[in-house]
């Protein structure tokens, strides 16, 4: 099973117990191959990588796959100054048949991966159901600019399944150049509003317990067993303050490995950048929270 990462050195701290989550709950992890699309890593962070692997019995292969996002996707519109996330776009360049599944390092993966490799995958792209497109993000974009009805179907992009040969078939890397060209300014929510914008609300769907969505300043998402928990928003549980603000720390931290923390929690300059860009959400998270609690205390 080909399952794709995309990350870059400020990703990494999520990454390890998106890692080790996937690993201990996989049945058999010899069915999986992890491929990791890696923007300026060095290679001490692809040592620990297969490291962590090691350290959790990982039985199956690894490879690692270098990409400029800037010189890539420069041209696009970045997301805080960053363009990793568009590396998604690159694996229907890298495998040529079959299914790739793509997860965000985000995730806490408590159900068995290889249960959706078992779904049926008709559709070039499939993602669970989110939003009607007027409560996305960019909706000026869909409504206005593209004329979407406001309840076309919008998906989050934090783990998808991709069909090969119907990427193929339908020429979608054609689609994807000529919106990018149209559009590149468009993107809110960089290759998401782009990977929506290519399916005008027709992807397949997948149940809805592979991506539920965790917001900072939410309790824990209900009937959260056998599903993949998504850290939506910011701050993550291992953001500054995100001990302090995300109800989801506890059990981010359930998979966050000695070794893991030891190498990536610490204080850095790129650290302290994400914080001051991510201030605004910092304040409202906090704000939301002392108000739920305060909430509480009167009931």
Request: with cysteine.
């Amino acid at each position: 099973m080909d399952t794709f990462f995309n990350i870059n050195p400020l990703g990494m701290e999520g990454l390890g117990a998106t890692l080790t989550s996937l690993i201990r709950n996989c049945s058999n992890s010899k069915e999986l191959k992890l491929w990791f699309l890696c923007s300026s890593l060095h290679q001490r962070d692809k040592d620990n990588i297969l490291q962590l692997l090691q350290n959790e019995g990982f039985q199956g292969i690894s490879e690692f796959i270098d990409f400029d996002a800037m010189a890539t996707f420069g041209h696009l519109r970045s997301l805080h100054g960053d363009w990793t996330t568009y590396g998604r776009l690159l694996i229907p360049n890298i495998i040529k048949s079959g299914s790739a599944l793509y997860l965000d390092s985000d995730l806490i993966i408590e159900c068995d991966i290889l249960d959706l490799h078992k779904i049926k995958n008709d559709s070039a792209i499939s993602a669970v159901l989110g939003c009607p497109v007027q409560y996305a993000l960019e909706n000026q974009f869909f409504i206005k600019t593209l004329n979407w009805h406001p309840d076309t179907h919008y998906f989050n992009a934090g783990v998808l399944v991709f069909n090969i040969p119907l990427w193929e078939e339908q020429n979608i890397a054609l689609r994807v150049k000529e919106i990018s060209d149209n559009y590149s300014n468009e993107f809110l929510s960089a290759d998401q509003t782009l990977l929506n914008a290519i399916c005008e609300g027709n992807f397949g769907h997948l149940p809805k317990e592979f991506n539920m969505p965790w917001y900072p300043s939410n309790p824990q998402p209900k009937n959260n067993k056998n599903v993949i928990l998504h850290f939506v928003g910011s701050p993550k549980p291992w953001d500054i303050f995100g001990k302090t603000i995300h109800a989801g720390y506890d059990t981010w931290n359930t998979y966050n490995t000695s070794f893991w923390e030891k190498e990536y929690d610490r204080l850095t300059f790129s650290k302290l950048v994400r914080t001051w860009k991510i201030r605004k959400s910092i304040f409202k998270n906090f704000k939301n929270k002392l108000t739920k609690k305060n909430d509480h205390l009167v009931n």
